[in-house]
T-cell receptor
């Protein structure tokens, strides 16, 4: 069935270092890949997304890369700051039907000051 | 421009009871999806409503049902509550595309 695997489950980095979170999806029909940041007790917030016709997208300190052949996509955060500490979720959505999201299991990122 | 809103914020119910959760989509959005997020897990798709019809359902039992009203707001109903239904229930709205915006969620505790 449809599945998204996400690694690592926890990630600690020193402030100013980079963080990378990786996801793998199973449904070859997936064509849209959003990333959400969820702080404790708050709603998931969309931070960046990428479509399957693009290999990389960047927004200031955040970038996402997509390898359609390998069905991998990754989130890159550079120059991390303490306020980047949160749980990050990747998701995959198919162009067919309802565009429902299949989420990864999340990565808890801790940025150490 | 109001974002997605949900009510109530928190809810405590007893096993066997029934619960109704509510969602108002972002202005201009006509599609509402519901997700269940257990502690420490990613959100799991329950179902999606569009034009007042359930368009697709995830792997959830019939105890989970929903409704969408003409103003696009939506309800999630859960019957015969189980302890395992304790979770954060998230509503997400979209407006014809794949980008979904989430509400703050309703924290349901079943005792």
């Amino acid at each position: 069935g449809e599945n998204v695997e996400q690694h690592p489950s926890t990630l600690s980095v020193q402030e100013g270092d980079s963080a990378v979170i990786k996801c793998t999806y199973s449904d070859s029909a997936s064509n849209y890949f959003p990333w959400y940041k969820q702080e404790l007790g708050k709603r998931p917030q969309l931070i960046i997304d990428i479509r399957s016709n693009v290999g990389e997208k960047k927004d200031q300190r955040i970038a996402v890369t997509l390898n359609k052949t390998a069905k991998h996509f990754s989130l890159h955060i550079t120059e991390t700051q303490p306020e980047d500490s949160a749980v990050y979720f990747c998701a995959a959505s198919s162009a067919s039907g309802t565009y429902k999201y299949i989420f990864g299991t999340g990565t808890r990122l801790k940025v150490l000051a | 421009d109001a974002g997605v809103t949900q009510s109530p914020t928190h809810l405590i119910k007893t096993r066997g009871q029934q619960v109704t959760l509510r969602c108002s989509p972002k202005s201009g959005h006509d599609t509402v999806s519901w997700y269940q997020q257990a502690l420490g897990q990613g959100p799991q798709f329950i179902f999606q409503y569009y034009e007042e019809e359930e368009r697709q359902r995830g792997n959830f039992p019939d105890r989970f049902s929903g409704h969408q009203f003409p103003n696009y707001s939506s309800e999630l109903n859960v019957n015969a509550l189980l302890l395992g239904d304790s979770a954060l229930y998230l509503c997400a709205s979209s407006g014809g595309g794949q980008k979904q915006y989430f509400g703050p969620g309703t924290r349901l505790t079943v005792t």
